[in-house]
C-alpha cells in the first residue's frame, strides 16, 4: 500500500497534500458508467490489506473540486487516499491536464472514459479532440487533413514521429477494445477477427494516423 | 449571495443584455472570473457557454445563489441538474390538433449534467429528438438541432404560430415543450425569459396566426 501511494506521490510531484478520507464532493473526471460501485471495490478488497483506492483532487477556487477516482463516492469498505492541490482559477486548464495525464498514463484509462463536458468546461478539447467530438467527426476530419498533413511529413518530418503517432492510435484502440470487451462479451468477436489479420487493422491505422503527427 | 432575477436557462438565451439585466452586475463578475481560463470578457463567456451549455454547470460549483429562483439554481450548482418541464405560459386557445411528435421535455434540459438518469429522461420523454439527432449535442446544440429538425414542424411554428403548437395534443398532453423549442431554434432566445424582459409581443406575436376552428364556421367566405 505504502509503495503505491509513494509512487503516486512522486508522479504528482510538489504542492499535493494526501489525506486517509473520501473526497468532499465535486465534478469527476471519468464518466459515471465506468466508475465502480463502492459496493464492488469493498468486495474486491476485502482480506487484501495491499488494496487502497485512490482519488486526486484538483481544488479550483471558488469551490469546484475536479476529481479523479475509479470508485464512484459512497460507502466505501477500503482504506481512501486523497491527494488534493488547490489551483486559481487561471491554472484551470493545467490542473485538469494533470488528472488527464495521470488517468491516461498511470492508470491506463482510455481517452473514452472520461467526461467530455469537465474537458470543454477546462478550454482543452483542441488538445483531446478524441475526448470531445464524436467518432465521427474525429475520423472525417482525419481523412480531411489527411492528404495535407502527408505532405507535410514527406516535407519536414522524420519518419519515427509518424510511427509513434501510430502506434499511439494502435494503443488507443487496444485499450478500446479491452474495454469494450469488459462490457460487452460480444466484443470478443471483433477482437478475433484483429488478431487473425492484423494487417488491415495497421493498413487502416497508419491511413488515419497521419493526421495527428 | 447572488440574487438572480431569472432560473438557470438563461444559460440558452442568445441574448448577453438579458443576461446582464436579470442576472445582475455581481453574478456576471463572477461568471467571468470563472470563466477566465477560455474567455476574457463577458461576450466570450456568454458565447462559450451557449456554445458549450454542459459547461455552465460545472464551472458555477460553489457558487452560492439565493432569489426568487434560489431552488433551481441550487440544484443547478450543487447537482448539474435542470428540471425537464416547460417554462413558458401560453394564452390559451382551444385546439384539438394531434401531432405526432413526442417532445416532452424543455430545450433547458440541455443545461443537465449528462447522468445516466438525465439520459434516461431524454430517451425517454424527447423520444423523437433520436429519430432527428443519434446523441444529446454537448457541442453548439442550437446548430445542431436548426439543422436536424424536420422543416414541416419548424414551419408549422411559424405559421401556425408558438401558440397553437403549445396548445396541440401528444395523447393525452399538450405540447408545450414542443414550442418552446421552436421559438427557441427560430430566435435563439428562451420564450419565458422574454416573457421576464416583457417581450410578450415577441412570444405572443404569432397567436395572430392561430385559427379558431369555432370562428371558420362562422366566417364563411362568399
Redesign the interface.
Known amino acids: 500500500m505504502a509503495s503505491v501511494l509513494r509512487e503516486v506521490e512522486t508522479w504528482l510531484g510538489e504542492g499535493w497534500r494526501m489525506r486517509w478520507e473520501m473526497p468532499q464532493r465535486g465534478v469527476y473526471l471519468l464518466k459515471e458508467v465506468y466508475m465502480a460501485e463502492p459496493s464492488e471495490a469493498s468486495s474486491y478488497c476485502r482480506g487484501r490489506d495491499s488494496f487502497v483506492v485512490v482519488y486526486i483532487v484538483a481544488s479550483l477556487e471558488g469551490g469546484l473540486d475536479v476529481v479523479y477516482g475509479r470508485v464512484k463516492p459512497g460507502v466505501l469498505g477500503c482504506p481512501a487516499a486523497t491527494f488534493t492541490r488547490r489551483f486559481s482559477r487561471a491554472e484551470t486548464k493545467a490542473a485538469v491536464r494533470t488528472l488527464i495525464d495521470f488517468a491516461t498514463k498511470v492508470d491506463k484509462v482510455p481517452l473514452f472514459q472520461i467526461n467530455p463536458d469537465v474537458i470543454r468546461f477546462a478550454g482543452l478539447c483542441d488538445e483531446y479532440p478524441l475526448i470531445c467530438e464524436d467518432p465521427a467527426v474525429v475520423i472525417n476530419r482525419l481523412s480531411a487533413d489527411a492528404p495535407k498533413v502527408r505532405r507535410q511529413v514527406e516535407i519536414q518530418v522524420k519518419p519515427e514521429t509518424s510511427a509513434k503517432s501510430s502506434l499511439w492510435l494502435v494503443e488507443e484502440l487496444a485499450r478500446i477494445l479491452r474495454d469494450k470487451l469488459e462490457l460487452d462479451g460480444g466484443f470478443a468477436e471483433v477482437l478475433k477477427r484483429v488478431i487473425e489479420d492484423p494487417d488491415r487493422l495497421r493498413e487502416c491505422v497508419s491511413r488515419h494516423g497521419r493526421g495527428y503527427v | 449571495m447572488l440574487k438572480p432575477r431569472v432560473d438557470p436557462c438563461i444559460f440558452l438565451h442568445g441574448d448577453v443584455e438579458d443576461w446582464v439585466a436579470l442576472l445582475g452586475d455581481d453574478f456576471i463578475r463572477?461568471l467571468v472570473?470563472?470563466f477566465?481560463?477560455?474567455a476574457v470578457d463577458m461576450d466570450q463567456v456568454a458565447r462559450?457557454i451557449l456554445e458549450?451549455p454542459?459547461?455552465a454547470g460545472?464551472?458555477l460549483?460553489?457558487?452560492e445563489v439565493g432569489g426568487p429562483y434560489r431552488r433551481e439554481w441550487r440544484l443547478f450548482v450543487e447537482s448539474?441538474y435542470v428540471h425537464p418541464g416547460a417554462r413558458a405560459v401560453w394564452p390559451y386557445v382551444p385546439n384539438d390538433e394531434r401531432l405526432d411528435v413526442r417532445l416532452q421535455v424543455s430545450p433547458c434540459f440541455l443545461l443537465a449534467?449528462?447522468?445516466?438518469d438525465v439520459r434516461y429522461v431524454w430517451r425517454n420523454r424527447a423520444a423523437s429528438l433520436f429519430k432527428w439527432v443519434s446523441?444529446v449535442p454537448?457541442?453548439k446544440p442550437l446548430e445542431v438541432f436548426r439543422e436536424a429538425f424536420p422543416l414541416w414542424l419548424r414551419e408549422l411554428g411559424r405559421s401556425r404560430g408558438y401558440v397553437w403548437v403549445a396548445w396541440t395534443k401528444w395523447r393525452d398532453r399538450r405540447n408545450r415543450h414542443l414550442a418552446e423549442w421552436l421559438y427557441w431554434l427560430d430566435t435563439g432566445r428562451m420564450p419565458h425569459v422574454d416573457a421576464i424582459r416583457r417581450r410578450a409581443n415577441a412570444v405572443y406575436e404569432t397567436a395572430g396566426c392561430t385559427k379558431k376552428s369555432a370562428a371558420e364556421n362562422l366566417y364563411v367566405s362568399s
Not at chain 2, 113 to 116: D, T
Open positions: 463572477e472570473r470563472r477566465r481560463h477560455v462559450y458549450n454542459g459547461a460545472i464551472g460549483r460553489g457558487l448539474g449534467s449528462l447522468s445516466r446523441a454537448r457541442h
